[in-house]
T-cell receptor, first 109, second 113 residues
Framework: DAKTTQPPSMDCAEGRAANLPCNHS???????VYWYRQIHSQGPQYIIH???NNETNEMASLIITEDRKSSTLILPHATLRDTAVYYC??????????FGTGTSLTVIP | GAGVSQSPRYKVAKRGQDVALRCDPI?????LFWYQQALGQGPEFLTY????????KSGLPSDRFFAERPEGSVSTLKIQRTQQEDSAVYLC???????????FGDGTRLSIL
């Protein structure tokens, strides 16, 4: 079973920040939070991951609450190409991922 | 290419036939995973290799499913006596080692008629 809870769908205006929430209240101390996205007919694409600290890379920022029970993926300036299903996953390193059904993000022109 | 490569991209088979799906991981990646993705669902774990050793096969749905990675590089997922419920996208992922994220191929879409 997926260890995370995400809203099934969200909309975001093009050029605005997209903030995708994820609850993972049962996360254990050695589990990382990973974010992937999947565009139709493609495999999941790695976005970012973190353990405790907030992380930022060229694609996105990851904000993890202090108690680690929830996190938010931030796409700072959403474009139409960011329309995809976004998966939040918690996992020990090297272990299988439980994907759940993710959040379907639609970026609106 | 630099990414995970899967072949074929599409496979159509008649019920009862055997199929073999291939995964070429990123060169040097130690860990390799197989997932099954049904339409409208997230990927579900099938099996995991570390080099040539199959360390976890808890997700394989039946003994008709078999995976191997004999030389610790290319992996093959075999499904014997296919059934209609086997129709899905089969995804392969690899990672450099246990501490690195998994990188996915674009999958093989299997349709059983």
């Amino acid at each position: 079973d997926a260890k995370t809870t995400q809203p099934p769908s969200m909309d975001c205006a093009e050029g605005r920040a997209a903030n995708l929430p994820c609850n993972h209240s049962t996360i254990s101390g050695n589990e990382y939070v990973y974010w992937y996205r999947q565009i139709h007919s493609q495999g999941p694409q790695y976005i970012i991951h973190g353990l405790k600290n907030n992380e930022t890379n060229e694609m996105a920022s990851l904000i993890i609450t202090e108690d680690r029970k929830s996190s938010t993926l931030i796409l700072p300036h959403a474009t139409l190409r960011d329309t995809a299903v976004y998966y939040c996953i918690v996992s020990d390193t090297g272990n299988q991922f439980y994907f759940g059904t993710g959040t379907s993000l639609t970026v609106i022109p | 290419g630099a990414g995970v490569s899967q072949s074929p991209r599409y496979k159509v088979a008649k019920r009862g036939q055997d199929v073999a799906l291939r995964c070429d991981p990123i060169s040097g990646h130690v860990s390799l995973f197989w997932y099954q993705q049904a339409l409208g669902q997230g990927p579900e774990f099938l099996t995991y290799f570390q080099n040539e050793a199959q360390l976890d096969k808890s997700g394989l749905p039946s003994d008709r499913f078999f995976a191997e990675r004999p030389e610790g590089s290319v992996s093959t997922l075999k499904i014997q006596r296919t059934q209609q419920e086997d129709s899905a996208v089969y995804l392969c992922a690899s990672s450099l080692n246990r501490d690195q994220p998994q990188h996915f191929g674009d999958g093989t879409r299997l349709s059983i008629l």
